[in-house]
């Protein structure tokens, strides 16, 4: 199957700094990447959608100038998280597929800690 | 717009039991449904997905998973449960939408295999 790699796996920062999150499709041309939050014991959240070249598409109540997407090519998407605070700490997981009713692939997921 | 019901938070079986964890969705236009897994610390594996033709669909590591209609379920089985599925497992539902569709995760349910 098809392989997303979402890098880093773990990252801990001060408050106050900005953190970038890169998720990659290895194998695959991804058109649409999905950026997720997930609280401890909880679902997932959908925070956005980006398609290559264009801006991202924010879920309601996601701020976008503290998440900002980027999907600058086929392969690539990034997260960056801006002026990180505590409540910003969580799981992040990307997802990417090649078209609109194809399947979509999850990276393995990065453990934000603010601190 | 599509919602994603999973009964029960926690489900906890012997080893060799039977799996039975439930989904019941709402969509209004015909959906696609998926299950996946996720281990502690990792992203989301597909186990299985339904999207059109025979309502009996098989997975791997031996779960399937039943497409019924009338019931608006798509209920996860696996006839004997084996140590290594503990995790956490996700349902999913996805309206053929074409490159909008997006996915509506489930609140999930923790499987505990005992011995």
Known sequence: GAVVSQHPSRVICKSGTSVKIECRSLDFQATTMFWYRQFPKQSLMLMATSNEGSKATYEQGVEKDKFLINHASLTLSTLTVTSAHPEDSSFYICSART???????FGQGTRLTVV | AQSVTQLGSHVSVSEGALVLLRCNYSSSVPPYLFWYVQYPNQGLQLL???????????GINGFEAEFKKSETSFHLTK????MSDAAEYFCAVRTNTGTASKLTFGTGTRLQVTL
Request: no cysteine; glycine share 14%; proline share 5%.
């Open chain 1, 99 to 105: 078209g609109g009713n194809t399947e979509a692939f």
């Open chain 2, 79 to 82: 006839p004997s449960a084996h």
């Open chain 2, 48 to 58: 299985l997905k339904y999207t059109t033709g025979a309502t009996l669909v098989k």
